[in-house]
């Protein structure tokens, strides 16, 4: 058997968005402890990235991938249209999806071309490459609550393999009723990470992952915890506590049914 | 890169089941698509249905996944021995080193579509039957894929519309270039539903007719379901002399337009060339390509574009979606099938339903099957978003 590659690469740029979590330096202050968990509604910005016509077209879930996605690249010294990207989220626009499926189930079907083109998995991959002006390859990805964990499997497997530098971004928001009563995602909740093959003066973390038979490490603060078990992409959250807090060593995170990531993490000074 | 061996494959289109239905369909010229007459869809339209899908029942144990996406599946994998070859892969390196890739756009949609028929008057509950996460979630047709194979690999499902099941390719290329896994199963499945039959119908894109690919009077695309599966293996250390290789993968954005392609073809051109690159051969080596040939007028004359800006107008080139219907998310596996049987039976696959090729286009379109010493073969696959992906597969020398 071949020896496996590590799956090594430095995070040179984080953005996240969720309840109670403005932004990335806000976030890091309360995971840190330097400040205290405020739940709040996830606020949305307008994407003024892209042009107006398109802006008006777009939900929550493009507003989502858009903002952290931004905030990832403005600290980050990588031009973000040179980026590959992997997006993951377990379902797509959650309201959009309820108004087609409203729509088929009434006697008029007529749906609107906006409503079904936002309907697709990789609308916030389409957008992005249109407000960032990114040609290299999109994957997007779906696994369910494994998500976040997929989205960085291949983003690593991608840097590893490619050696050029990609953003991924996990997101998720939530449904309307009746499917949320099937499907309960509390808030919307993004994060992204830019990775890079090698280090870089303005690296702030190695990251080296393997799969893992160990459980899943859990938030100590029952607000936390409940966001990372609730929403698919703040399974991350065990993963942003040790960056926030420059800590080095493993941290494990939930993937599949038969496998979770562990992840060393090493601050770059 | 490191090419992968195609070790067994098998699909289910509206061409037939098997690949021995399939190969005879492509031989014979003959056509999937029929009017639609789906469920309940009351739209003008031909159509390509996969026949027997609806009588295909779910292992025991995984009768949760029920719902026409995991049917489909499961009537592609009982055939042409595809489940025994997993198994012997998973034997030989063990569950955890083979990984499920699947493509797919709408996963078990036409499930939430009935359900939503069915809510509760007075509450407007959804019925207590309806699984979200094993039917309408895009992940569960990995999920039961899985689960049916006893694998326990690393898995994923990709979503990138109709580029969907050929970017599984590259991406389990590069886990096993990694050295996460050493095999793969790959593939896509797509299945009809009223949201891609009435949404491309709001778009303006869904024929009357049988689609067209190529033709002068081309206007829009035939929808089709399909579910293709491929094990990509680790090729032995010594190359195998007849088997069929995955030689090259190529990805890019358009970054131009949600549901229109750049109209120079510009990602188009990009991922063609990637793929080139990553298969070190030149354009003159690719023997035919089977194209993404939608119908549509804008994406043929942009793939026109691309195609003829790295390959001139001589490579002979068809869509076989006039035969299967655009099957969407399972369109790049189920061509990727296609492909490996026109090398492995040396025959290039004409183009069916188109009668006059546009004058503005100036690739070299094949509407008759032809019989040729294939080598290498480019598939190409473009998505919604513009997500684009190029394959190469062929023989090494």
């Known amino acids: 058997m071949p020896a496996m590659t590590p799956l090594t690469a430095y ?14 330096p806000s976030a890091a202050a309360i995971l840190a402890g330097e400040a205290p968990y405020v739940a709040a509604a996830t606020v949305l910005p307008l994407p003024l990235s892209l042009p107006p016509a398109e802006r008006r077209r777009t939900g929550g879930v493009v507003k989502l991938a858009l903002a ?3 905030e990832a690249t403005t600290r980050c010294g990588i031009e973000r249209s040179t980026l590959a990207t992997v997006f993951s989220s377990s379902g797509g626009d959650g309201l959009n999806c309820h108004e087609i499926c409203r729509v ?13 083109h936002n309907s697709v998995h990789n609308v916030a991959a389409g957008y992005w490459s249109i407000a960032a002006g990114a040609t290299a390859a999109a994957n997007v990805l779906c696994a369910y609550d494994a998500s976040f964990g997929a989205g960085l499997v291949e983003a690593l497997t991608q840097v590893a393999v490619e050696r050029t530098p990609l953003m991924v971004l996990a997101y998720d928001t939530q449904y309307p009723e009746p499917l949320n009563a099937k499907r309960p995602i509390p808030d919307a909740f993004g994060v992204a990470l830019v990775l890079a093959p090698d280090a870089r003066g303005t690296s702030l973390a190695k990251l080296t992952a393997m799969l893992s038979d160990s459980g899943a490490e859990r938030m100590s603060e029952p607000q936390l915890e409940a966001m990372r078990a609730s929403i698919p992409a703040a399974r991350s959250l065990p993963l942003l506590r040790k960056l926030a807090r420059r ?5 494990t995170l939930d993937y599949l049914r038969h496998a979770r990531l562990a992840l060393e993490v090493e601050p770059c000074s | 890169m490191t090419p992968l061996r195609l070790t067994s494959f098998t699909a289910a289109s509206s061409m ?4 021995e239905e399939t190969l005879d369909a492509l031989q014979q010229q003959r056509s999937g698509l029929a009017p639609c007459n789906f469920e309940t869809v009351d739209i003008e339209t031909h159509i390509g249905e996969v026949p027997g899908v609806d009588a295909t029942v779910l292992p025991e144990g995984l009768r949760s996944f029920n719902c026409r996406n995991n049917r489909l599946a499961q009537l592609a994998l009982m055939q042409d021995d595809f489940m025994a070859a997993v198994a012997s892969s998973a034997a030989h390196w063990g569950p955890r080193r083979v990984g499920v890739f699947l493509g797919t756009s709408t996963s078990g949609m036409l499930e939430t579509e009935l359900a939503y028929r069915a809510r509760d008057p007075a509450t407007g509950a959804l019925p207590t039957e309806y699984d979200y996460a094993a039917t ?26 109709c580029s969907s099941s050929a970017k599984v390719f590259a991406s389990a290329q590069r886990m096993i270039s990694a050295g996460m896994i050493d095999a793969a199963v790959v593939g896509g499945v797509d ?7 009435y949404g491309f119908h709001s778009l303006q894109l869904t024929s009357r007719l049988p689609c067209r690919p190529f033709d002068v009077a081309r206007d829009g695309i035939s929808i089709g379901e399909a579910a293709a599966f491929i094990l990509l293996e680790r090729p032995a250390p010594r190359p195998d002399g007849g088997a069929i290789m995955l030689l090259g993968t190529g990805e890019s954005s358009d970054a131009y337009h949600m549901s229109s392609p750049h109209p120079e073809g510009r990602g188009a051109r990009a991922s063609i060339q990637q793929a080139l690159t990553a298969a070190q051969l030149a354009p003159a080596d690719i023997d035919y390509i089977n194209l993404h040939g939608t119908a549509t007028v804008s994406n043929d004359s942009a793939e026109d574009l691309a195609v003829t800006s790295v390959f001139g107008t001589r490579t002979a080139c068809s869509s076989t979606k006039g035969a299967t219907g655009h099957a969407l998310g399972a369109a790049g596996a189920l061509e990727a099938v296609i492909c490996a049987l026109a090398i492995e039976h040396g025959f290039m696959p004409g183009g069916l339903s188109t009668t006059a090729v546009d004058p503005k286009l100036n690739l070299h379109y094949l509407r008759e099957n032809q019989r040729a010493n294939i080598r290498h073969v480019l598939s190409n696959s473009f998505g919604f978003g513009g997500a684009n992906c190029s394959l190469i597969f062929g023989r090494p020398a």
């Open chain 1, 11 to 24: 995070i040179e740029g984080i953005g996240v968005l969720g309840p109670g979590f403005a932004d990335w």
């Open chain 2, 16 to 19: 037939g089941c098997g690949l």
């Open chain 1, 68 to 70: 952290v996605g931004f």
């Open chain 2, 136 to 161: 309408h979630n895009s992940f569960s047709v990995a999920d039961f894929v899985l689960q049916a194979l006893h694998l326990e690999g690393p898995a994923a499902v990709m979503c990138t519309a």
């Open chain 1, 104 to 116: 088929l189930a009434s006697s008029d079907r007529q749906l609107s071309p906006t409503r079904f």
């Open chain 2, 191 to 197: 299945s009809l539903c009223l949201t891609t039959l």
């Open chain 1, 247 to 251: 800590e080095s060593g493993r941290v």
